[in-house]
């Protein structure tokens, strides 16, 4: 199916599991000239980069995988990192993707080409050219880093989480961690349990609520294997319960506001059993609602904060000198200096400054997506595509993100692939592009759905996450039920399309 007058058919950008799911769309529809462009060295997104101590799925693993590639063999309820990279390289394997694959080259920007009706990459490697391209950079792809004074001066180790040392001895060493956030409630414990002192700096605590997590029985595995309708049982069980409190606590919160608070009161509960301070308790104490920070699932979180060797700081901090950080109280100003041996930098990651989008895409005359989203607000018709950039599709886009496993995302997008890539097909076309009516009319209905969520209902002012962009917006989560994305993909007009 490849065209004389393109390097390919097909270049995806990011061989992530979103990028994979795209591929075997693809080649489902009988594209095979397909590129995948990695800037790591290896497959897997997420569970490539990240190895942090520690590193496991919040979503039980019988949901966080395709629905289509089931794995009988998970080892534990939450899958450890390890288990979801080895599951990566499974899916590429059995789909051939590998040979699709090249790694190390980083891709700085694409161009539509008006006259060629194609799209031009510029790669670190050279230029390509592609009838259509797909971005699949992730929502956590780019590191962010603290903006502190000082930082460059900590004459220490400086480890960020998402680009761990796995050379790094923290045995008898003064730890400092920046951040307490979903990465951090897993690598907190992991540390106390080496560091002669873990001082860890707070800024907004975090709802925890409890972990059931276990090693998977033998039995069930060969179960799961023998009879795979038990595993697909499983997973829809854990499906409508992740959906159940994602769609009453968060999405239907005006409605469903005592069921936010139920949430909100697991947590707190959970607080109170294992910790026994009522000052330590009140750090720990988120004062937003549940659900306008992504809560996550620990049994070992709180209670490291109980033990000797390690101390929660609220206090701002005011700078990092070459051996320590220094807090600054803003009422008193009383100033006080923690040495440390190593800093260890939970700060997440940066979506809205360098990865919507994570490269410098121009679609038709001279558009810029990034200004784009930036000046008019961000917006993707069905998560997926933008008006005034043909052929292209953006699988991690505003409002694309629908229910907690992000599988259940990828599997909608890899519908709508389907169904419109199908379309081009039968019509013969070449081109495809969402029309500016259908791109604004899918815009108005996410935020008039909008107002019935925790981020505007809720009292979220104080909370931090990557739910927002830098204007304070929630566009990240599609403000609806997995199950109605599933039946919105099914039934969007091929129409709202242009084809040529």
Known sequence: MSSATTDHDVVIVGAGFGGMGAAITLKRLGYDDLLILEREDDLGGTWHVNHYPGLAVDIASVT??????????WEHWFARGAELKRYAEHV?????????????????????????????????????????????TGFLSQPRLPDIDGVDDFAGTVIHTAQWDDSADLTGQRVAVIGTGATAVQLIPQIARQAAALTVYQRTPIWVTPKNDFRIPRALQYLFAAQPWTQRLARRANSAWLEGMMVTGVLHYKQGKVFNQGAAALAKAHLRRQVKDPELRRKLTPDYSFGCKRPTFSNDY??????????????????ITETGIVTSDPVSGLEGETAVDVLVLATGFNLWDTNFPALEVIGREGRSLGKLWRERGYHAYEGVTVAGFPNFVSLNSPYSYSGLSYFMTIEVQMRHLERLLGEVLRRGARTFEISERADQEFLAQMLERMDDTVFVQGSCSTARSYYYTNEGDAVLLRPTSSASARRAVEAFPLDDYTYA
Do not use: C
């Open 64 to 73: 966080y995988s395709y629905s289509f590639e089931p794995n009988p063999y």
């Open 92 to 136: 590429a394997d059995t789909y051939d993707l590998r040979r699709h694959m090249e790694f190390g080259v980083r891709v700085d920007g694409a161009r539509w080409d008006e006259d060629e009706q194609h799209w031009v990459v510029s790669t670190s490697n050279g230029t390509r050219t592609a009838t259509y391209l797909m971005t699949a």
């Open 302 to 319: 709180y209670p490291t904060f109980t033990q000797p060797h390690v101390t929660l700081e609220t206090t701002p901090i005011s700078r």
